[in-house]
C-alpha cells in the first residue's frame, strides 16, 4: 500500500502504455465527444488536423486509467481536489502509442486534518515519436500512514 509518506519531490514513476485504436476513436466519440473530425474520416480529412483524431477527453481518460493502474490502485488514495491545468499539444490520432509519466512536484501535509496529504503532480504524455501530446497538472489526497 502506497501512503502519502511514500511520495517525494522530484520523484517520476513511469505510467506505462496504450495504443489508440480507430475503433476506440469512434466509439469514444459517437458516446461523448461527437464532433465530426472525431466521427467521420472524410470530415477528419477536411479539417485542420488532416485526418481523424481522438477527442482530448479520451487522452485525459487512457492517460487517467494508466495512473490508476500504476500509482493509484495500490494506494491509499483519496480522490482528487481538481485538475489545475489540462493541455492538449498534439493531435492523437489511430495507431499512435501514448506513454505517460508522472513528477512529484510538492507534498504537503493537511494543515486542518492530520490524516492526509497532498500530492501535486504533472502528467506528461508522449506518442510513439516521442512528441509530447497532453500536459496536466493535478494534485491528488492521500491518508498518511498509520501509525
Keep these: 500500500m502506497?501512503?502519502?509518506e511514500d511520495f517525494q519531490v522530484g520523484q517520476?514513476?513511469?505510467l506505462g502504455t496504450h495504443e489508440v485504436t480507430r475503433e476506440e476513436i469512434l466509439a469514444f466519440a459517437q458516446q461523448y465527444?461527437?464532433?465530426p473530425f472525431h466521427l467521420d474520416e472524410e470530415a477528419g480529412r477536411r479539417s485542420i488536423y488532416g485526418s481523424i483524431i481522438a477527442s482530448g477527453w479520451q487522452t485525459a481518460a487512457i492517460c487517467h486509467r494508466l495512473l490508476v493502474r500504476s500509482v493509484?490502485?495500490?494506494s491509499a488514495s483519496m480522490g482528487s481536489p481538481g485538475v489545475d491545468?489540462?493541455?492538449w499539444l498534439r493531435p492523437v490520432r489511430p495507431g499512435?502509442?501514448?506513454s505517460a509519466r508522472i513528477?512529484?512536484?510538492e507534498v504537503s501535509p493537511s494543515r486542518s486534518k492530520p490524516d492526509r496529504g497532498s500530492v501535486r503532480t504533472r502528467m506528461e504524455v508522449?506518442?510513439?515519436q516521442g512528441e509530447v501530446v497532453m500536459t496536466e497538472s493535478a494534485a491528488v489526497l492521500f491518508r498518511r500512514r498509520p501509525a
Design 103 to 105: 513528477e512529484v512536484l
Design 96 to 98: 499512435d502509442t501514448l
Design 33 to 35: 465527444d461527437p464532433q
Design 2 to 4: 502506497r501512503y502519502f
Design 126 to 128: 508522449r506518442n510513439q
Design 12 to 14: 517520476v514513476h513511469e
Design 72 to 74: 493509484l490502485e495500490d
Design 85 to 87: 491545468e489540462l493541455r
